[in-house]
């Protein structure tokens, strides 16, 4: 894959989702071809934005006539590693928890909720037909079984630390933590941190900003 | 407030939360000057870039004796409007809206999750002791009863631009937007986008890269 050896540029990455987004929408509409301004305005950057961020891809078709959707689709997804499925397992079975593992975008994306784990003896078992909440000791044993790649640690902040040292301990190399809380692990080990917080006291600066209060 | 004169890189912002939370624990634990080497390791950042993005905030203190814990934090309370309660409302009573409204991290920054709102009769009625779920046609009524100010859209994606443009009409200012998919709205009205699957693809694209696959 020559995309392993292209180093993007990490707000670029997190615009990739937005043009994955948009680009399964025109395939679902039977658009082949899309002009880079509707593309831009649909996921709210400019048009030269967008034209940058897809140069990475290389050349991409012709100007005028407009991009490939099928072709950019496929590239993104190789990009995003949405070409295989990635099996998440989800700890701490608490609403946040529970919410992600219903959530729907996830496995638009290829990624499947496969197992959920908590401490608490009164979560464990079936929570419907596919999911079950697991006991958290074993978290090695289920993660070899099921295959799972990616842990999601949705427990309190106060027990985030443990459950990721109790993760990478049991094999996965990449955690998405929703603790607001920055986790000590080894240098190899991938860290996505998840921080709504940070979300809403934007919006709350900005709305500061324009009340004056 | 002369902050409100200065205008932030969107970059910056994203990492004053950041700062705060590690500045709070400073002051919990009675550290009244810490360095911003100390201060970067504990958030994440280098030096050079915490010193940057603190410069916004003028003078702070004499280099070598370090940044003084109390007046940072007053001044990025002042920043991300913190140094006032503002009032959620969140619409859409399921797994994600509930688990919001249960989320801790929320009230540490000033930020009240004052009622829900749902369209399904179900759900009406009290939560806990201090939250009801509201029918959403009391969107209007409520936000004014209760003094809400964001109103947080945690409705599936079909039906978020039309929750959007009732919040509007109802005299929200700002939105709080968990649903994906761009929303149309005045241009004067804030609205800030959760899109938790940026985050997990961000960490699937690393993942792939990593293990080849």
Redesign the interface.
């Known amino acids: 894959?020559p995309e392993?050896l292209v180093t993007f540029p990490?707000a670029t990455?997190?615009r990739?989702?937005?043009y994955?987004?948009a680009l399964t929408e025109y395939y679902h509409q039977n658009i082949a071809l899309v002009s880079s301004e509707e593309m831009a305005q649909?996921?709210?950057v400019t048009p030269s934005q967008l034209r940058k961020d897809l140069s990475y891809f290389g050349s991409l078709g012709i100007r005028g006539a407009g991009y490939d959707v099928a072709y950019l689709l496929s590239k993104i997804k190789?990009?995003?590693?949405?070409d295989?499925k990635?099996r998440?397992a989800i700890i701490g079975a608490?609403?946040?928890g529970?919410?992600?593992a219903?959530?729907s975008?996830?496995k638009q994306?290829?990624?499947e909720v496969s197992a959920l784990f908590d401490t608490d003896q009164a979560k464990w078992g079936p929570i419907n037909e596919q999911l079950m909440v697991f006991p958290l000791t074993e978290l090695a044993a289920q993660r070899e079984r099921l295959g799972l790649?990616?842990a999601v640690i949705t427990v309190p902040k106060a027990a985030a630390q443990k459950v990721a040292t109790l993760a990478v301990a049991a094999g996965f190399?990449?955690l998405?933590n929703f603790a607001?809380v920055?986790l000590e692990v080894p240098p190899e080990i991938?860290v996505?941190?998840?921080?709504?917080?940070?979300?809403?006291?934007?919006?709350?600066?900005?709305?500061?900003?324009?009340?004056?209060?």
């Open positions: 894959m392993g990490k990455i997190s990739f989702p937005l994955f987004r649909k996921v709210g190789v990009i995003l590693g949405m295989r990635r998440l608490g609403k946040l529970l919410a992600l219903g959530y975008g996830l994306h290829g990624l790649e990616i190399s990449a998405w607001p920055r991938i996505q941190y998840e921080d709504i917080v940070v979300g809403i006291l934007t919006l709350s600066h900005h709305l500061a900003r324009k009340l004056g209060t």
